[in-house]
């Protein structure tokens, strides 16, 4: 499976921190596409409602799940159909935090095979349970972005990453510099047409974007902005107008039951 249209964001993120390990920046990418990755873990048995058994191998390195970014991958491991549950890697991390237990990923199919141990699986859970802090600031003008371009560099992947989640939630998303009525300049990230219901999961992502593009929370405010303001007009005239996929329309929401573990009201029970 090398055709690069059959790549995934993992595969992707893993061959830029393979060319390049010692890029911090990088590592934590890998992560990120991890954390947001719908992996088919491998499971002892079938599930029983929302209680999942994932299958647990032991080695010289300790104890570990198996996990694909494709379910092609997993039947490429198994020569015979096996149980399975189709997971967020978010929700995998935060089910085995503490239980000293890793995960190999793509194992033995791909060039983007990877063991994580414990206790990177701790600290992914760990980072992914901050919430971003709530902050209040009377915004008095709006310019255009003054960040150098090796913090763009980093900046800018990390947001597009993320906004593939985010389709149909905003019409907008603009980076620009802002001054503050007590004269505090820094940058804010704003988004354009949000319903409110939307924006703490905006929020929450964005700051995970933050965290996973390897620098410092900094001179950066999510804020979310009516679009037909002096604001927004500001912004639209000064700020870097970023790309928002657009959700496509012809295709209907889908009346499939969610797999085991993808039904947020329903968070799966790892055994």
Do not use: C
């Not at 058994?53 to 104890?63: A, C, I, L, N, R």
């Amino acid at each position: 499976m090398t055709d690069d249209a059959l790549r995934t964001p993992y595969d992707k993120a893993y061959a830029a921190m393979d060319a390049d390990p010692s890029n911090e920046a990088l590592r934590l990418a890998v992560y990120d596409r991890l954390a947001d990755a719908e992996l088919f873990l491998l499971l002892e048995e079938e599930p029983i409602d929302e209680d999942i058994k994932p299958q647990v191998f032991s080695t010289e390195d300790g104890d570990f799940v198996l996990a694909f970014d494709l379910e092609e991958r997993l039947a490429e491991f198994s020569d015979e159909p096996v149980p399975y549950a189709a997971l967020p890697g978010r929700v995998i991390a935060q089910n085995l935090h503490g239980e000293g237990i890793g995960m190999g990923v793509n194992f033995g199919v791909a060039d983007s095979a990877m063991l994580l141990p414990p206790e990177a699986m701790d600290w992914l859970a760990d980072t992914l349970t901050h919430a971003p802090q709530a902050a209040s600031g009377r915004p008095v003008s709006f310019e255009a972005p003054q960040l150098p371009p090796a913090i763009l560099g980093l900046l800018l992947p990390a947001f597009d990453a993320k906004f593939e989640q985010l389709t149909g939630m905003a019409t907008h998303a603009l980076l620009g510099g802002v001054t503050y009525e007590d004269g505090h300049k820094g940058h804010v990230l704003a988004f354009l047409g949000t319903h409110e219901s939307a924006r703490p999961a905006i929020a929450k992502a964005m700051g995970e974007a933050l965290t996973f593009s390897g620098l410092d929370a900094g001179e950066l405010d999510v804020t979310f902005i009516d679009p037909d303001t002096p604001a927004a007009n500001a912004l639209l005239d000064k700020a870097l107008i970023l790309h928002l996929p657009e959700q496509d329309e012809a295709t209907p929401p889908s009346a499939t039951p969610k797999a085991p573990g993808m039904d947020p009201d329903k968070p799966p029970i790892l055994r």
